[in-house]
């Protein structure tokens, strides 16, 4: 099949490149033409373990192109992917700007049945918008398919080539015939590919990203209950995770949510329930809960040192918001290292992956930036584990203690075991554990 995609970020060059993988003739358009000439000079613009190997694979084949010109690669498409952002606008709702942009070019360009496939994560009704507004532009028939990405970063190019479930929402069986086509390849193993309705299914990526931040959230806040009461949120979240009618995933309690997709989808999908007159509580609080919940390590910090952090320096290991990515949108560690600095520490932060998008993006020179985690630690008053990589959780304890003589962790991912830090002679400042401080240290 020949397929286009219009966007070529996290998510389109990922989907871009496997459908490539399988056989398909693939165009990926991005209006950031320093994206596109980097990716066709081999340069991979993201952090996404798999994927470079990937990508020269089908470009070698000829099989994966690059472009800025949408238009070309739509004229010839048999189906189109659109996965451009949907950032959050300023009412909290998704901006569909590149939506509508989109929309825009495919309707000038269009050749008669092909799919326009919605990949971006969009608040229902928005395919019958797509719709519209391609069908101002041109008389011939098209088809629409809401098909919702759900690939986590870091682990992206798995997800795609062996997904748990593939959704659907078609409006004619020449979509349908189109997506089993397209995603026959993808789930052998015998993984549902779920047809419904485009509302259902553009509903149902909210849905999942509302749960998955509804049960982050309430673990932080028995992690918060814990502090008061002594019990560990780790065996909690043992014990709990163990009923299979909860399951084990997404029960790590932490510094909150981040990243480009669950901070933002749960505001959107609030917001624009609102508009409907529905009022989503549960989930409102799960989002007010979240924004407090990123700067637990900053109150610890602050419980321990005093509000005035001036003359202090503290290390930063992780900037992503999470591991095995380079992504810093909604990353915890940046209003850490801000509420830091504006209390008058300095910040000095290590990141495998993310410490370039953190200064040209985020962060800027406002942090220094180590060459590798333990150089971070030189001169440090205390260790903040922000992101879990697996580098971090068994670090060399004699060389952190070489670098940070009296140390002090704030752990905010709970990588560290309390007890096994007392006895190091560690302060330890976990979330939802036993806190070891200063007084126990001998
Ligand atoms: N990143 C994830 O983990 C993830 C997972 C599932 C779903 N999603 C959803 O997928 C969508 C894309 O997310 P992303 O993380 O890939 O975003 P991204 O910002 O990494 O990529 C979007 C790309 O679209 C390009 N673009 C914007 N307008 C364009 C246009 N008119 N023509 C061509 N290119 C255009 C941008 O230049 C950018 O490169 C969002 O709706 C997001 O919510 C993301």
């Known amino acids: 099949m020949e397929a286009t995609v219009i966007g070529t970020g996290y998510v389109g060059l990922v989907v871009g490149t496997c459908l490539a993988g399988a056989g398909n003739r693939v165009t990926c358009a991005d209006v950031d033409e320093t994206k596109i000439r980097r990716l ?23 099989r994966l192109r690059f472009t800025t010109d949408a238009a070309e690669g739509i004229r010839t498409a048999d189906v189109i992917f659109v996965a451009v952002g949907t950032p959050p606008g300023e009412d909290g709702l998704a901006d569909l700007d590149y939506v509508r942009n ?120 028995f992690a918060e209950l814990c502090e008061h009461t002594g019990a560990d949120i780790e065996r909690v979240r043992r014990g709990v995770g163990s009923d299979p009618r909860i399951g084990s995933a997404f029960l790590y309690a932490g510094t909150g949510y981040g990243g480009s997709c669950l901070p933002k989808d749960v505001w959107a999908i609030i917001r624009s329930a609102e508009k409907q007159g529905v009022d989503l ?31 202090l320096r503290f290390a930063l290991w992780g900037l992503a918001f999470k591991p095995r990515t380079d992504d810093m949108r909604a990353a915890p560690s940046r209003a850490i290292a801000e509420a830091l600095r504006e209390r008058g520490a300095a910040v000095v932060a290590h990141d495998p992956a993310a410490m370039e998008q953190a200064r040209e993006f985020y962060l800027g020179d406002a942090v220094e930036y180590a060459a590798n985690e333990y150089e971070a630690l030189d001169g440090a008053d205390a260790l903040v584990v922000v992101t879990e990589w697996l580098q971090y959780r068994r670090p060399d304890w004699s060389e952190v203690a070489k670098r940070m003589p009296r140390p002090i962790v704030f752990d905010g991912r709970n990588v560290f075991d309390p007890d096994r830090m007392a006895s190091r002679g560690y302060e330890h400042y976990p979330i939802g554990r036993r806190q070891v401080g200063p007084d126990e240290i001998p």
């Open 40 to 62: 066709n000079a081999g340069d991979v613009p993201i952090y996404e373990p798999g994927i470079e190997r990937l990508i020269s694979e089908n470009l070698a084949a000829g």
């Open 102 to 221: 989109a929309a825009r070019v495919i309707g000038d360009n269009l050749r008669p049945d092909t799919v326009v496939v919605m990949k971006s994560t969009v608040p229902v009704g928005t395919c019958e918008r797509v719709r519209a507004e391609i069908a101002r532009r041109t008389d011939v028939p098209f088809h629409m398919c809401a098909n919702p990405e759900f690939l986590k970063e870091g682990d992206a190019v798995g997800d795609f080539l062996y997904p748990d479930r593939v959704v659907c929402g078609v409006d004619s069986e020449h979509a349908r015939q189109c997506m089993e086509g397209l995603y026959e390849p993808f789930i052998r193993s015998g993984n549902p590919l779920i047809f419904m309705d485009i509302a259902s299914a553009e509903l149902t990526k909210y849905a999942a990203n509302a749960m998955l931040a509804a049960r982050i959230g309430l673990m932080n806040q």
């Open 281 to 311: 509580g549960i989930l409102r609080s799960v989002a007010e809960a979240n924004d407090r919940q990123t700067t637990v390590l900053v109150r610890k910090i602050v419980r321990r040192f005093g509000d005035d952090l001036t003359g």
